[in-house]
């Protein structure tokens, strides 16, 4: 089984499903890792705010893989914005991955009472034209920071991760994305298991023969999003990388969509982190 790949706006290609690593136990990520590698994954998201980038790169290291088969992102966080904070905050993160190069690298907030971001994303375009990152992205931009960026005429980000489910379906960024030429990654995509009993969902897993985190799951792979859906357990790990298997229809696609709420499992950006 292999996961399709989109094209990022600078020419890199990232597997569009990914395994995500928030809440996994420091003790036990390169174990966990080493599981999704063995399944099949081959993009593995983490930040520094995880503290276990440590355990993703060890689990690398000790497969059989080459560094260049598996693509890696992690993420800056609120304390390290800024030119300064954010270079040493790159090397200490490559460092404990123990890479030369890395994949992806975010701002993980905007945090705009900071109001730093642009500084930092400016250290970012540095460390992406030193060649020491393949590709700079943001994560929980609303429209009004991206907005910022382009009319500063910066580098446009290759993604925005950002909180995206059936119950909270992200329609002005999604739009927004695509007129820009920016990927939608989707993080919490199945809003942490709280969209897995809503009845269109249990209905569309009954009669796909699949399971309710699949169709959600083929559901983000469907309108183009990455996902990058998180677990610790095997027989989990193992059932959401086979979303890839899972085909819907136009008509289902929407009856998904219509589940929208506008509802965060987790912080708003504008408020974030306070
Ligand atoms: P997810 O929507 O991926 O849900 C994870 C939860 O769902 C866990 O409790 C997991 O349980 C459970 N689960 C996983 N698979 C299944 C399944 N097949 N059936 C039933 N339950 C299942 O939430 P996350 O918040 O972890 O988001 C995914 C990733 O997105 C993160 O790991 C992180 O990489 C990224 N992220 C980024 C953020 C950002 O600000 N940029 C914020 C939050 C997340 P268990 O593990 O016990 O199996």
Known sequence: MTTPTLDLNNGVSIPQLGFGVFQV????????????LDVGYRHIDTALAYH??????????????????????????NYDQGTDAAFKAFDASLERLGFDVLDLY?????????????????AFEQLYADGRI?????????????????????TVPVV????????????????????????TEAWSPIAQGAVLDDPVITELARAK?????????????????????????????????????VELAGDEIDAISALNRNERTGPDPWEFPG
Do not use: C, M
């Open 25 to 36: 136990p420091p003790k036990d990520t390169a174990d966990i890792v080493t599981q999704a």
């Open 52 to 77: 276990n980038e440590q355990g993703v790169g060890e689990a690398i290291a000790s497969s059989s893989l080459s560094r260049d088969d598996v693509f890696v992102t992690t993420k800056l966080w």
């Open 106 to 122: 975010l701002i993980h907030w905007p945090a705009p009472q900071q109001d730093r971001y642009v500084d930092t994303w400016k």
């Open 134 to 154: 393949r590709a700079i992205g943001v994560s929980n931009f609303r429209v009004e920071d991206l907005q910022r960026l382009l009319d500063l005429g910066l």
């Open 160 to 183: 925005n991760q950002i909180e995206l489910h059936p119950y909270l379906t992200q329609d002005e960024l999604r739009i927004f994305h695509d007129k820009h030429e920016i990927v």
């Open 209 to 245: 023969d699949a399971t309710p985190a699949q169709v959600v799951i083929a559901w983000h792979l469907a309108l183009g999003n990455v996902v990058i859906p998180k677990s610790v357990t095997p027989d989990r790990i193992a059932e959401n990388f086979a979303s890839t298997e």
